[in-house]
Structures are given as structure tokens and as C-alpha cells.
């Protein structure tokens, strides 16, 4: 086989893939950043939020922190590893959907931000959603066309 040529096992992935999943790895890694400082908010900053949103930030129970870890660091992980094309990206991939979706159904039904934060603040919990089962769909397409091994 000459330089030219890939078996079928081999398939390059096309340029848009490495495109796409780079700027899918900057978006998990700004669900990181999220986390990081969620976790720093100190009782003075919440004291200071009005009473509304100190009641949100108060009643997260852990299984939605930990829903959220998994969510942005399943994202970034997955991203890295579509970028290595590994297969156990597509895994990884899932378990942060998982996490999505548990996390935005705490947001969105359990403390019901929206009547805190206005309609305006179910569009980034639906992104969210959107990208992360986009990233399955795009693992599982990687997969299937041999750009992941």
C-alpha cells in the first residue's frame, strides 16, 4: 500500500471532524471553568446574591454537583478523545450526557430556575443538552466511519 491509501481499519478522519471536535473541547472546558466557580462561591457571595438565588444556591443537593462533574468533565474528556480517536470516547461521551440531562432536570424541574432567572434561562440548559447529544452522535458516526480505534 502506497502513502496515498488507507485501509478501510485506517480512515483519516475529514477536517471538519478535527474542527468541530476542537471547538467542542473549548466549549467543555468553559463547562469546567463553570464548575470551578460554582464550587468557589463563598457563603459572603451568596449573601450578597438576592434571596431567590441564595435559596437555588443553597438546596443544590450533591447528586447535582456530582451530575455536573460529570457532565463538563466527561465533556472534555470525550473531546480529548475523539481528538486521539479512541473508541472510549463515545463512552465517555455518554456518561457526561447522562450528567447533563440529570443536572438540567435539577435546574430546570427540581428548583425550577427559570422562575428565578426568567424564560431567558432555559437557552443555555438546551444548548447544553443540544451539544451533548450531538457529541454522542458524532462519536458514534466516527466510529462507524473508522476514524476511531
Known amino acids: 500500500m ?3 491509501t488507507h485501509s478501510i481499519d485506517d480512515m483519516p478522519p475529514p477536517k471538519w471532524f ?8 473549548v466549549w ?12 468557589a462561591v463563598t457563603a459572603e457571595q451568596i449573601a450578597a446574591m438576592p434571596e431567590a438565588e441564595q435559596l437555588l444556591y443553597n438546596s443544590i443537593p450533591i447528586w ?7 457532565a463538563v468533565f466527561g465533556g472534555t474528556l470525550g473531546c480529548v478523545g475523539l481528538l486521539m480517536r479512541k473508541t472510549i470516547a463515545k463512552y ?26 426568567g424564560p431567558g434561562a432555559a437557552v443555555m440548559p438546551f444548548m447544553v443538552i443540544i451539544v ?8 458514534n458516526q466516527a466510529q462507524s466511519k473508522g476514524w476511531l480505534k
Open 28 to 39: 467543555n472546558l468553559m463547562g469546567v471553568m463553570a464548575f470551578f466557580q460554582q464550587m
Open 92 to 117: 465517555i461521551l455518554l456518561l457526561s450526557l447522562i450528567g447533563v440531562l440529570v443536572q438540567m432536570f435539577h435546574s430546570l424541574f427540581v428548583i425550577n430556575s427559570i422562575a428565578v432567572y
Open 18 to 25: 478535527w474542527i468541530v471536535s476542537s471547538i467542542l473541547l
Open 132 to 139: 451533548a447529544i450531538y457529541l454522542v452522535f458524532l462519536a
Open 2 to 4: 502506497n502513502k496515498h
Open 64 to 70: 447535582a454537583t456530582i451530575a455536573f462533574a460529570f
